[in-house]
């Protein structure tokens, strides 16, 4: 079974703190995700990756970057985190064209 | 382009009663189609997963989904809930060949299904 594995379940950062949000996928896939999910507007894609060091913008990428150094794991950086990003961040995988999206357990974020 | 339409924010059964989620799409490639569950603070599972082969999709837990090109449609279903059932589930599109845009998922919005004992 594929693994998603997002670092934290919970977590509660101040305004302007520079926020990580780590990812790891098992499965030797080479796209990687990054959602926020918000109650009335649904799934929104933040960046997404299809190599090693490759990124795309996805619709909603300001106040967001990411690093993909290494094909198994995908950051999301906050780098100066407001309260309106408080959400719940979902990372995924797949592979290339027509396979489904494999989702980690998600990381609630809290900016106060 | 590609755009999907949930038909119902909620729906609310009875337990031991049929389930019918309706997911209506558009897409100008072939489409890929699939349905998620969430429960409450969890991520994303696959329920099941149209490609192109079967019309008729059977997942896991007992649901299924038909693919009706004519009427542009993924309607999910389930004979008889289960008070597990109840959780919010997604249809999701995305073209089916490799190609520009490739990558790109499109999600409904989500119905909430409510099972009552």
């Known amino acids: 079974d594929v693994k998603v594995t997002q670092s934290s379940r919970y977590l509660v950062k101040r305004t302007g703190e520079k926020v990580f949000l780590e990812c790891v996928q098992d499965?030797?896939?080479?796209?990687m995700f990054w959602y926020r999910q918000d109650p009335g507007l649904g799934l929104r894609l933040i960046y997404f990756?299809?190599?090693?060091?490759?990124?795309e913008k996805g619709d909603i990428p300001e106040g967001y970057s990411v690093s993909r150094e290494k094909k198994e794991r995908f950051s999301l950086i906050l780098e100066s985190a407001s309260t309106n990003q408080t959400s719940m961040y979902l990372c995924a995988s797949k592979r290339r064209y027509n396979s489904p999206l494999h989702f980690g357990n998600g990381t609630r974020l809290t900016v106060t | 382009a590609q755009s999907v339409t949930q038909l119902d924010s909620h729906v609310s059964v009875s337990e031991g009663t049929p389930v019918l989620l309706r997911c209506n799409y558009s897409s100008s490639y072939s489409p890929s189609l699939f349905w998620y569950v969430q429960h409450p603070n969890k991520g994303l599972q696959l329920l099941l997963k149209y490609t192109s082969a079967a019309t008729l999709v059977k997942g896991i837990n007992g649901f299924e989904a038909e693919f009706k090109k004519s009427e542009t449609s993924f309607h999910l279903t389930k004979p008889s809930a289960h008070m597990s059932d109840a959780a919010e589930y997604f249809c999701v599109v995305s073209p089916l060949y490799s190609g520009a845009g490739s990558y790109q998922l499109t999600f409904g919005k989500g119905t909430k299904l409510s099972v009552i004992p």
């Open positions: 499965m030797d896939h080479e796209n």
């Open positions: 990756s299809y190599d090693v060091k490759m990124k």
